[in-house]
């Protein structure tokens, strides 16, 4: 046998010289932190809850031990051995692919059900009885409830990314399946944040777990700048254009607040952008299924630079390529400004994220910087008109419409980058 682990680093988390060979054609030298915490405690059978910030690799914390606790022993008549519940479809198929990179050199296999796609290729796959199954809780239930999986031999459950699985309404399917898992499983829980809705479900459904917290204070990404623009909601698209034919983003991801908002940006952009107007494609949740696995897969390929998307399906894309987050629409939810910061800045890797914040927004901002901990910093570009002309002019239109008519004149501002390092009171800065 190859001797393995010269000097690596995933050496003592107790994993197979087999599952050690993976991990090291895989790139993985050193573990993360919540790898190197979650590994050993997973392997040793007992159930953990592991809070870690996005990009910190907590997929193969918990796919390292499944594939360990699967192959040291074998599972009883051909049922799912472990099941891994994520919130959207295209996670579904990331996890997928993790698994079957590191489970090479072993017989396990792994299937994807999720919704969108048609299910009769999904039943002919379970029935080769694959030993993993990850999917979305309501395309599991509905193989559950015709039949086609069956979970009475389930010995692990994961639940991955469980803050957003019960943000966006998955509790009652979450729960339904859980109760028909065997009592004797283990339960695995990964979130960036715990809040109580996710204390709950821990409670109520894991045993005496093992809490490993890895977010520190500072939630969002070290390796990230963080900027913010005051801009009038006409003037927003603007300055999406110019900041794009500024910044030449390696990949970028346009966060809209909703799947029509996506839509209009998306088909705006792709009219402007005189150069190479498919390099921008959207993403978001009434797509066909088809349509967002090919945006995807173009998108990780590199040949789409500019993905408009929607928060629902924009969390947890991996895609070590993104360079730039532009939060079209200012986040609603706290934690979802995390979430979408942390779609660069990959595994230490550097990314800038910018935020449109328009002058009515600004509670939200100071809501999201409380959170952080951390206050943004302004920053305009030289030249661009960012306001209308009279900032105490009512706003007009609702977000992101109608800009075409908005030629404002001078700007309340100096035009040069306000990269201010001063930290004066927060509300005074607040300028907006
Ligand atoms: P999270 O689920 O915490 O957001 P992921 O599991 O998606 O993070 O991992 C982020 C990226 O880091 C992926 O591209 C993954 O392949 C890579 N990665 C994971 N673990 C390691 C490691 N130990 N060394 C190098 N890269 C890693
Ligand atoms: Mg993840």
């Given at each position: 046998?190859?001797?393995?682990?010269?000097?690596?680093?995933?050496?003592?988390?107790?994993?197979?010289?087999?599952?050690?060979?993976?991990?090291?054609?895989?790139?993985?030298?050193?573990?993360?932190?919540?790898?190197?915490?979650?590994?050993?405690?997973?392997?040793?059978?007992?159930?953990?809850?592991?809070?870690?910030?996005?990009?910190?690799?907590?997929?193969?914390?918990?796919?390292?031990?499944?594939?360990?606790?699967?192959?040291?022993?074998?599972?009883?008549?051909?049922?799912?051995?472990?099941?891994?519940?994520?919130?959207?479809?295209?996670?579904?198929?990331?996890?997928?692919?993790?698994?079957?990179?590191?489970?090479?050199?072993?017989?396990?296999?792994?299937?994807?059900?999720?919704?969108?796609?048609p299910i009769k290729s999904q039943i002919d796959k379970l029935a080769k009885h694959p030993e993993v199954v990850v999917?979305?809780?309501?395309?599991?239930?509905?193989?559950?409830?015709?039949?086609?999986?069956?979970?009475?031999?389930?010995?692990?459950?994961?639940?991955?990314?469980?803050?957003?699985?019960?943000?966006?309404?998955?509790?009652?399917?979450?729960?339904?399946?859980?109760?028909?898992?065997?009592?004797?499983?283990?339960?695995?829980?990964?979130?960036?944040?715990?809040?109580?809705?996710?204390?709950?479900?821990?409670?109520?459904?894991?045993?005496?777990?093992?809490?490993?917290?890895?977010?520190?204070?500072?939630?969002?990404?070290?390796?990230?700048?963080?900027?913010?623009?005051?801009?009038?909601?006409?003037?927003?698209?603007?300055?999406?254009?110019?900041?794009?034919?500024?910044?030449?983003?390696?990949?970028?991801?346009?966060?809209?607040?909703?799947?029509?908002?996506?839509?209009?940006?998306?088909?705006?952009?792709?009219?402007?952008?005189?150069?190479?107007?498919?390099?921008?494609?959207?993403?978001?949740?009434?797509?066909?299924?088809?349509?967002?696995?090919?945006?995807?897969?173009?998108?990780?390929?590199?040949?789409?630079?500019?993905?408009?998307?929607?928060?629902?399906?924009?969390?947890?894309?991996?895609?070590?390529?993104?360079?730039?987050?532009?939060?079209?629409?200012?986040?609603?939810?706290?934690?979802?400004?995390?979430?979408?910061?942390?779609?660069?800045?990959?595994?230490?890797?550097?990314g800038v994220a910018y935020t449109f914040v328009t002058p009515e927004e600004g509670p939200q901002l100071t809501r999201?910087?409380?959170?952080?901990?951390?206050?943004?910093?302004?920053?305009?570009?030289?030249?661009?008109?960012?306001?209308d002309p009279s900032p105490t002019a009512p706003a007009v239109q609702p977000a992101a419409s109608g800009e075409a008519?908005?030629?404002?004149?001078?700007?309340?501002?100096?035009?040069?980058?306000?990269?201010?390092?001063?930290?004066?009171?927060?509300?005074?800065?607040?300028?907006?």
């Open positions: 046998m190859t001797p393995v682990g010269d000097g690596s680093g995933f050496d003592n988390l107790g994993l197979s010289p087999t599952t050690l060979e993976a991990v090291r054609r895989a790139g993985y030298s050193q573990p993360t932190p919540v790898q190197a915490g979650l590994i050993p405690r997973a392997i040793a059978g007992v159930d953990v809850l592991g809070q870690a910030r996005t990009g910190t690799g907590k997929t193969a914390s918990f796919v390292l031990p499944i594939l360990e606790r699967l192959t040291a022993a074998p599972g009883r008549d051909k049922g799912v051995r472990a099941i891994v519940l994520v919130p959207t479809r295209e996670l579904a198929v990331q996890v997928r692919d993790e698994f079957e990179k590191l489970a090479a050199g072993s017989h396990l296999r792994c299937v994807a059900v999720y919704g969108g796609k999917g979305t809780p309501g395309r599991v239930l509905d193989h559950m409830s015709r039949g086609t999986l069956m979970l009475g031999t389930l010995e692990i459950v994961t639940l991955d990314e469980a803050d957003r699985m019960l943000d966006i309404g998955f509790r009652p399917d979450i729960e339904k399946i859980l109760r028909r898992c065997p009592q004797s499983r283990q339960t695995l829980l990964l979130s960036a944040t715990v809040p109580p809705p996710v204390a709950k479900l821990a409670t109520r459904y894991m045993y005496e777990p093992e809490i490993l917290d890895f977010s520190t204070n500072e939630i969002a990404v070290e390796t990230i700048e963080q900027f913010y623009f005051t801009v009038a909601p006409t003037r927003k698209f603007s300055l999406l254009e110019k900041l794009l034919e500024r910044e030449e983003p390696r990949q970028a991801i346009v966060f809209c607040r909703t799947k029509r908002g996506t839509d209009k940006i998306h088909e705006r952009l792709q009219r402007r952008r005189k150069v190479a107007a498919d390099d921008v494609a959207c993403i978001h949740g009434d797509l066909a299924q088809s349509v967002r696995d090919r945006v995807m897969r173009q998108f990780r390929e590199g040949l789409v630079r500019v993905l408009v998307a929607t928060d629902v399906v924009g969390r947890g894309i991996d895609v070590s390529g993104v360079s730039h987050i532009v939060n079209y629409d200012i986040p609603e939810f706290c934690d979802d400004y995390v979430h979408r910061v942390g779609r660069t800045g990959r595994m230490g890797r550097e999201i910087e409380m959170r952080i901990d951390k206050l943004l910093e302004r920053i305009e570009i030289p030249g661009f008109v960012a306001l008519t908005a030629p404002a004149p001078t700007p309340p501002k100096p035009a040069t980058p306000l990269l201010g390092k001063k930290r004066g009171p927060k509300r005074i800065r607040r300028a907006l």
